[in-house]
């Protein structure tokens, strides 16, 4: 069964601080994975797009880097600030004849000022 | 450009009532997929469609349907409303035909209640 599970489940950090979000899928055989942001009773925002063939992709203050053959993504977060305060979710497509994705289980980020 | 349109934001209905929601994708993505979540069961797949055809449905019962028109807007209908179908419906979009290679854009999603 494909399965995604993102620890830890919540964090609680002080502003400033450098911190990481893992990720960890049970089929290795991923088409690709994207990191996501959802605010409270809001959609989702995307963050990051990696394809299966790449290692890392940065944005900002973001980088999210993948390792398939061990099942893994990180996410990491410079200089964290409180807007950063959000629940972040991973989500991987297996592609096939289909669009689908499989989300983790989130991982709720507060930031303290 | 515009994004994943979801209307309406909010709802609220009865048990035994049905209920439909709407999601216009992006311009130009013929892929929308649904997506339910809850507190207790995160984020799930509902059911996909492209170009007005259902590929792939998730597992959840035959009163969830959808349907998609030859604009790519797509409907998704419950009937016969739970308590527990109470949860963020949320539609995402993808320029792909498959595998999503250039990601997913999703709407702000309706929140639907059940009373």
């Known amino acids: 069964k494909q399965e995604v599970t993102q620890i830890p489940a919540a964090l609680s950090v002080p502003e400033g601080e450098n911190l990481v979000l893992n990720c960890s899928f049970t089929?290795?055989?991923?088409?690709?994975l994207q990191w996501f942001r959802q605010d409270p009773g809001k959609g989702l925002t995307s963050l990051l797009l990696i394809q299966s063939s790449q290692r890392e992709q940065t944005s900002g203050r973001l980088n999210a880097s993948l390792d398939k053959s061990s099942g893994r993504s990180t996410l990491y977060i410079a200089a964290s600030q409180p807007g950063d305060s959000a629940t972040y979710l991973c989500a991987v497509s297996y592609g096939g004849a289909t669009n689908k994705l499989i989300f983790g289980t989130g991982t709720l980020l507060a930031v303290q000022p | 450009k515009a994004g994943v349109t979801q209307t309406p934001r909010y709802l609220i209905k009865t048990r035994g009532q049905q209920v439909t929601l709407s999601c216009s994708p992006i311009?130009?993505?013929?892929?929308v997929s649904w997506y339910q979540q809850t507190p207790g069961q995160g984020l799930q797949f509902l059911f996909e469609?492209?170009?007005?055809?259902?590929?792939n449905k998730g597992n959840f019962p035959g009163r969830f349907s959808g349907r998609q028109f030859s604009n790519s807007r797509s409907e998704m209908n419950v009937s016969t409303l739970e308590l527990g179908d109470s949860a963020l419906y949320l539609c995402a979009s993808t320029l792909d035909t498959t595998g999503g290679k250039s990601g997913y854009t999703f709407g702000s999603g309706t929140r639907l209640t059940v009373v």
């Open positions: 469609y492209f170009s007005e055809t259902q590929r």
């Open positions: 311009s130009g993505h013929r892929s």
């Open positions: 089929d290795s055989a991923i088409y690709n």
